[in-house]
């Protein structure tokens, strides 16, 4: 193990990590310093213990990057595995907290960064953040219950509450689906505890085509026991378990006994989703305030959109929930004609996930039997998200290099690999941005063919007077818009995130709102060469000045897996292209017997213009920098592209090819990190 990686640390500055860490992102700037003072970077090599079971507690620990497998063993020494732990999850806390003995060993699965508290550190940031000690005792203490009827068979549970301000919101249907999704999508056990007024008839039973066969946990029985609850469970044959709760109006024992049974299930289910009740009562609170997450569903339209405002507002002032806790669903099962920037601003809320209406005559079970509906798939990404495996897939810089995407495509495609956002900058944001609208690599290849008759890169060259550069951009701009059209973010398939560059700010930008054409010209846009786009009110450029390989905004939206396509070449790349070269035009005119053609040919060859010089020196700058970003991704292919010149932008096949070969190389790679 290694005291410290100095290195990396500049690179990912502790500050980005403890972002990424739900447990201090909520904290002040202030707060978030205190605690990075007292935060480091440790590198553990593959197979190293971090910790061992019955060790005393010593530090909290989060990965940064690798994996780590927590395990206990039986009485004949066999390891009993129970979860993978990835980027972003932390743990060791229970332990400090409890000042009890590690119940796991937790080892490294391969070289990994780690993010380690000391005890002593911790201890001494509990005291100086008390909302944080609260916060911990509120989301954590569910962990430490029930430890007397049976050991945990998980190292880890996340509850989901699923709420709504009104009735008939399309809560069960959605919390059956997230139930069903989440199981599928993770291989973790999920339950879904469906939550009914006793004088009501149970939704979910008939969903699950269960007909009568199933008990009903009385919670006002005065003599229920809750340690019987195993009794109740529905152990259903599609993937998913359930229970049926059925509570008395205004008896807060009922709701009491609801916490007890979740802290029950806790101990032996990865997702507990409750299908909740609408109604905001003191004891309804309680439930909320014990979940890792709540999802609001609404309709779009301006009353109900109020109504759940109200909701929020409420949970976040007078209950004081944290806003990362609360995720607004919007369901459009009712007809709005506003816009999402509308609808986000009834909220005063960012919306989470939109769920399209359900096409007329499908099941109810749309994850199971309609994988393909627009319904299911929203479904889908929302349970990949918060089931922490999301796939993120970056596209980095570099002109005809760029079109080496293509093939990496091509093979995503033929894998069915599931891709749940996607991030360009320069050629990057161009294919990306082909690919979020639905777009198949095949078709994106031939529109590249397009470029053959524009004489390639020159046939964008519309010359202007040198201020701020001396191309216009007016060609490369109504080539986009003839594909692009009047699409924006909101019609893309899966998320998309274009990397621009802030001209005074001389920082990166992202962008996920607006007209598409708009933020793919102002990531285009190499400065010296094209003038600065106007966006908005400011003046934006390529995105591989500041961003090459843009991991950085898929680590801050902690996406858990990140798969980054480099195509800049590295300084050594650039000298085996220069010495291959060279020895190629030697070979070819020994043959020739014309010694005296060499000196011309190879100054022929080696040729220079102005956008040469500037995207050579881009070039050296960039492969630095994408080098250090690469450090954020889990996976990087970087496709040769030795004997292609970045300004042949007539070889789009060739490129494609080499992006295909590189990623096959890697397949069985790409697919552990994508199944682990």
């Given at each position: 193990m290694q005291q410290g990686v100095t290195g990396i640390m500049e690179l990912l500055k502790v500050g980005l990590i403890l972002n990424e860490i739900p447990l201090f992102s909520g904290l002040s700037r202030k707060e978030r310093a205190f605690v990075e003072q007292r935060s480091r970077i440790i590198e553990y090599k593959k197979n190293e213990i971090i910790y061992e079971e019955n060790s005393s507690p010593s530090a909290f620990?989060?990965?940064?990057?690798?994996?780590?497998?927590?395990?206990?063993?039986?009485?004949?020494?066999?390891?009993?595995?129970?979860?993978?732990?990835?980027?972003?999850?932390?743990?060791?806390?229970?332990?400090?907290?409890?000042a009890e003995p590690h119940s796991v060993t937790a080892r490294a699965l391969n070289d990994s960064l780690i993010l380690v508290i000391k005890k002593e550190d911790f201890d001494a940031i509990l005291q100086k953040i008390p909302a944080l000690a609260i916060d911990l005792s509120k989301t954590l203490c569910r962990r430490l219950k029930r430890k007397d009827i049976h050991e945990k068979t998980i190292f880890e549970s996340t509850i989901i509450s699923v709420f709504s301000s009104y009735a008939k919101a399309g809560k069960s249907v959605y919390a059956l689906n997230l139930a069903l999704s989440l199981g599928k999508e993770t291989h973790k056990t999920a339950i879904l505890l469906d939550i009914f007024a006793k004088d009501k008839i149970p939704t979910i039973p008939k969903k699950l085509a269960l007909e009568k066969d199933y008990r009903v946990f009385d919670l006002s029985f005065p003599r229920a026991e809750v340690s019987s609850i195993k009794e109740f469970i529905v152990k259903d044959s599609h993937g998913i378990d359930a229970v049926f709760l059925a509570?008395?109006?205004?008896?807060?024992?009922?709701?009491r006994r609801i916490l007890d049974i979740v802290s029950l299930l806790v101990n032996d289910y990865h997702y507990i989703i409750l299908d909740l009740p609408s109604a905001i009562e003191q004891q309804m609170v309680a439930i909320l305030n014990q979940s890792d997450l709540i999802h609001i569903l609404s309709s779009p339209t301006r009353f109900d959109l109020k109504r759940t405002r109200s909701l929020i507002d409420s949970l976040k002032n007078?209950?004081?929930?944290?806003?990362?806790?609360?995720r607004v669903i919007i369901n459009e099962y009712k007809f709005s004609d506003l816009t999402?920037?509308?609808r986000s601003k009834a909220l005063n809320q960012a919306i989470f996930a939109t769920l399209p209406k359900i096409e007329a005559g499908l099941s109810e079970r749309l994850v199971l039997e309609s994988p393909d509906s627009q319904y299911a798939r929203a479904i889908r990404r929302i349970a990949r998200q918060d089931g922490d495996c999301l796939v993120g897939l970056v596209l980095g810089v570099g002109v005809g290099y760029g079109f080496c995407h293509i093939g990496v495509l091509k093979v995503i495609e033929e894998e069915r690999m599931p891709i749940d956002i996607i991030c360009g900058a320069s050629i990057g944001a161009i294919i990306a941005s082909f690919w979020a609208l639905g777009i198949?690599?095949?078709e994106i290849l031939r529109i590249t063919q397009e470029l053959k008759t524009s004489r390639g890169i020159w046939g964008f060259m519309d010359l202007t007077f040198p201020f701020l550069g001396f191309i216009k951009g007016n060609k490369l701009y109504n080539f986009l818009k003839k594909h692009f059209g009047e699409k924006t973010f909101y019609d893309t398939k899966i998320p998309l995130k274009i990397i621009a560059s802030d001209v005074k700010r001389k920082e990166p930008r992202v962008l996920e709102k607006g007209l598409l054409v708009d933020a793919i010209m102002a990531s285009c846009t190499m400065p010296g060469v094209f003038k600065p786009f106007k966006f908005k009110e400011e003046l934006l450029f390529d995105g591989g000045v500041t961003n090459p390989l843009p991991t950085e905004p898929l680590f801050e939206m902690g996406v858990k897996k990140i798969i980054a396509v480099n195509v800049t070449p590295s300084r050594e790349d650039i000298v085996r292209q220069y010495e291959r070269l060279k020895e190629d035009i030697i070979v070819d005119e020994?043959?020739?017997?014309?010694?005296?053609?060499?000196?011309?040919?190879?100054?022929n060859k080696f040729k220079t213009n102005i956008l040469d010089i500037i995207f050579s020196s881009f070039e050296i700058m960039q492969s630095e920098v994408a080098k250090q970003e690469s450090q954020l991704a889990d996976i990087v292919l970087h496709p040769s592209t030795l004997g292609l010149h970045w300004l042949e932008l007539d070889k789009a096949a060739l490129f494609a090819a080499r992006g295909e070969e590189e990623m096959r190389r890697n397949l069985d790679k790409v697919w552990q990190l994508i199944k682990e």
């Open positions: 620990y989060c990965i940064v990057s690798g994996r780590v497998v927590v395990f206990r063993k039986d009485r004949h020494g066999e390891e009993n595995i129970l979860e993978y732990l990835h980027r972003g999850k932390y743990f060791g806390i229970i332990s400090l907290l409890t509570y008395r109006q205004n008896e807060s024992d009922c709701f007078e209950y004081r929930f944290p806003a990362a806790k609360i999402p920037q509308e198949p690599s095949t020994r043959e020739k017997k014309d010694w005296l053609g060499v000196r011309s040919h190879f100054l």
